[in-house]
């Protein structure tokens, strides 16, 4: 491993320890704190402290007052569907928002390149939750042609699997609308800017003067080259799709961590609050991680240092 | 420093996006200062509820009877404040670590462990989380804003300051005797108060949003509702999507959540092309 790499992680560890740390600290330090009657006050808070990342190891996050359930099978139950939904939403924003960007760079100032700005930036002024309810106003009740909230029909019984993964893609749709649509303009802006600089290279030039078709270029020499800034970013997005479940999840009651979390707050459920919490940083911190490792491995600049 | 602040107005006039941004912005602003003169009705006092519109409530009335439209009025005036003191506070954080980061070599190393640190930690969520456990008021929101929204206006600023500290004159300062602390604050800080300027509006852009979402999922202010903690009620009333009522209660809120946002982009385009020109070339809006 490389000397950045090493750093990398150890900082990595440093911060997991100290959300870690956070998530027992922050209940004891309110006062008159919400956790009172929860929190085993009696034992000294070192004692506490060495339990709870004991029980962490095991998988022991406490007991959900208003699911009456461990908070652990809880999260389990509602992981796969927040899965579904950040993995289908980030497949979906990298592709149409790096060709998008790409299209936009390559008809800079015509028509199509102006209306994909005003779009994705008048987009991109939505909080999630208000697209999110005037997409279930709109094509959920005016023109019914998605289910309004949920992530599949209750109490039906399919013949075939397929209408069992049909039923549960046409749930995803709008929700996943709505997380793509409202964080897809930050990947498209950068895509648009880095090809521009691509553009404008020389290299480009000697490639359309060697007669060159305009789709072989933009694909073999421009895009490639303007890969590098928007990796990194892809990982900031998935960590900002991943913090907006939590917002379109509780508009369209997807049953997955992020409406968890509103649920939570709303029924003072604070270790279930406090476990979707975890999952939710911690997953945004590993895609994080994975996203500096693989910078670290492409960019022959960044070994160096 | 009063020309200078003419010169810049010259140049940002020439900007359409950006006009019409800050028309965007001065309309809500005078809203939300004159919010007591403008409101037809106090925003708390209760009325019949759920009214269509009609003469007396032009935007009608909330489930619990309260005028929509002074709602609304309100509404912005606690929108914008919330985001005005979190950004400008955090501002304020991010400006001093960032000079002294990048003007005290040895401090610099240690700093910026800091600002990684708080760039890598998943804010939103922390920031979630600790309003849930703090009681819900418009100053618990800015604090926590403005505790983890400083980072990358802290690293920007640093970067800057880089490129000053050896610059020739500011050499010449020093021979003649100027302290450190002059030398920051009378020859870098003004240099950079452009930068500082274009993250405020970046970082408050971000701070609305933001309020905006933990309003909604019930993390708002109870007492002083801002547009979020609007949407938030319309949600919660059981017929919000499938009645009329969302047209002038939740549309309306929605809206000027969007409008403000929509502003502070425009704004913030229009001052980084002329705080960076080198960006002139590539994010032609």
């Not at chain 2, 602040?5 to 309309?27: A, D, E, H, P, R």
């Amino acid at each position: 491993m490389h000397m950045s790499a090493i750093t990398k992680v150890v900082s990595y560890i440093i911060i997991i320890f100290i959300i870690l740390s956070l998530n027992f600290f922050l209940p004891r330090m309110m006062p008159a704190g919400p956790l009172s009657g929860l929190t085993s006050s009696d034992k000294p808070v070192l004692e506490q402290y060495t339990n709870y990342m004991t029980n962490l190891m095991h998988g022991d996050l406490g007991w959900s007052t208003s699911k009456n359930a461990p908070v652990w099978d809880v999260l389990m139950r509602s992981l796969k569907w927040t899965l579904l939904l950040v993995g289908t939403s980030t497949v979906i924003y990298v592709i149409v928002g790096i060709l998008s960007g790409a299209v936009s760079a390559w008809k800079k100032g015509k028509k199509t390149d102006v209306g994909l700005l005003v779009l994705l930036i008048s987009m991109a002024s939505f909080p999630p939750f208000f697209l999110g309810m005037l997409f279930i106003i709109f094509l959920g009740w005016k023109l019914d042609l998605f289910p309004r909230f949920g992530a599949q029909t209750l109490f039906i019984d399919y013949s075939t699997p397929f209408g069992v993964v049909l039923d549960i893609l046409h749930h995803l749709t709008l929700p996943a609308a709505t997380l793509t649509l409202t964080s897809i303009g930050v990947i498209y802006l950068l895509t648009r800017n880095s090809m521009l600089n691509v553009l404008g290279e020389d290299y480009i030039l000697t490639a359309r003067a060697k007669g060159l078709s305009e789709w072989y270029i933009m694909r073999r020499h421009a895009l490639k080259n303007a890969m590098l800034p928007i990796i990194t970013l892809v990982a900031l997005i998935v960590g900002l799709v991943i913090t907006g479940t939590i917002f379109v999840e509780t508009v369209f009651a997807y049953p997955g961590v992020g409406m968890l979390v509103s649920d939570a707050i709303s029924a003072h459920d604070y270790p279930l609050l406090q476990g979707a919490f975890l999952f939710i940083a911690l997953a945004i911190l590993a895609v994080n991680f994975i996203a500096d490792m693989i910078y670290v491995h492409l960019d022959p600049r960044v070994k160096q240092e | 420093m009063i020309e200078d602040i003419i010169v810049f107005l010259k140049k940002y006039k020439s900007n359409k996006l950006g006009l019409v941004g800050l028309g965007i912005l001065i309309f809500f602003v005078i809203a939300a200062i004159f919010a007591p003169y403008i409101a037809p009705y106090d925003p708390g006092h209760r009325y019949k509820s759920t009214e269509h519109p009609n003469s007396a409530h032009l935007l009608g009335t909330n489930h619990v009877g309260q005028d929509i439209v002074s709602e609304l009025i309100y509404g912005t005036r606690v929108s914008l404040f919330i985001t005005l003191f979190a950004s400008i506070a955090a501002a304020f954080i991010g400006t001093f670590i960032g000079l002294i980061a990048g003007y005290f070599k040895r401090l610099d190393f240690f700093l910026m462990r800091i600002v990684d640190l708080f760039l890598t930690i998943p804010r939103l969520p922390l920031i979630i989380i600790i309003a849930a456990f703090m009681r819900p008021s418009i100053w618990n929101l800015i604090f926590v804003f403005a505790l983890f929204e400083w980072s990358i206006t802290a690293r920007i600023i640093r970067s800057e300051v880089l490129t000053f500290k050896n610059r020739p004159y500011v050499d010449a300062t020093r021979m003649f005797g100027a302290g450190d602390f002059h030398i920051l604050g009378r020859h870098i800080l003004p240099n950079v108060v452009p930068l500082v300027v274009v993250q405020l509006v970046l970082v408050s852009r971000y701070i609305i949003l933001a309020e905006s979402g933990l309003s909604f999922i019930g993390l708002g202010d109870p007492t002083a509702k801002s547009w979020g903690m609007m949407l938030h009620d319309a949600f919660e009333y059981p017929t919000i999507f499938i009645s009329d009522i969302w047209m002038w209660w939740m549309l309306p809120a929605g809206l000027c959540i969007v409008f403000t946002i929509l502003s502070l982009t425009f704004i913030g385009y229009a001052l980084e092309e002329l705080v960076n020109p080198r960006l002139r070339r590539v994010t032609t809006l």
